[in-house]
Nanobody
Framework: QVQLVESGGGLVQAGGSLRVSCAAS????????MGWYRQAPGKQRELVAR???????NYADSVKGRFTISMDNPKNLVYLQMNSLKPEDTAVYYC?????????WGQGTQVTVSS
């Protein structure tokens, strides 16, 4: 059974940085396409950043140049480093693992950016 657990969310001032982590169990992160998504109140869940099994990453336009997705294969973790945070980055951030019709989500971690 694949499980994903996010951590590292919190409250940060605008312009600050935060790193959220996704710990995987029941599989290894390198076997899946790994992504970070977010959902703000009243809005649809949206892709923030994704890294494929081939190691290719892509980002939402709104976070390009500010956020970085990375994997730590020995620790079986996926990170999202968030810099220059803005109030509009406030959301619940979810980790996702997918491949070949398999699709797993974590429970989310709240990130709040104050102005």
């Amino acid at each position: 059974q694949v499980q994903l657990v996010e951590s590292g969310g919190g409250l940060v001032q605008a312009g600050g940085s935060l790193r959220v982590s996704c710990a995987a169990s029941g599989t290894t992160v390198s076997m899946f396409n790994m992504g970070w998504y977010r959902q703000a109140p009243g809005k649809q869940r949206e892709l923030v950043a994704r890294i494929s099994r081939a190691g290719e990453s892509n980002y939402a336009d709104s976070v390009k140049g500010r956020f970085t997705i990375s994997m730590d294969n020995p620790k079986n973790l996926v990170y999202l480093q968030m810099n220059s945070l803005k109030p509009e980055d406030t959301a619940v951030y979810y980790c996702r693992a997918d491949k070949w019709g398999l699709d797993y989500w974590g429970q989310g971690t709240q990130v709040t950016v104050s102005s």
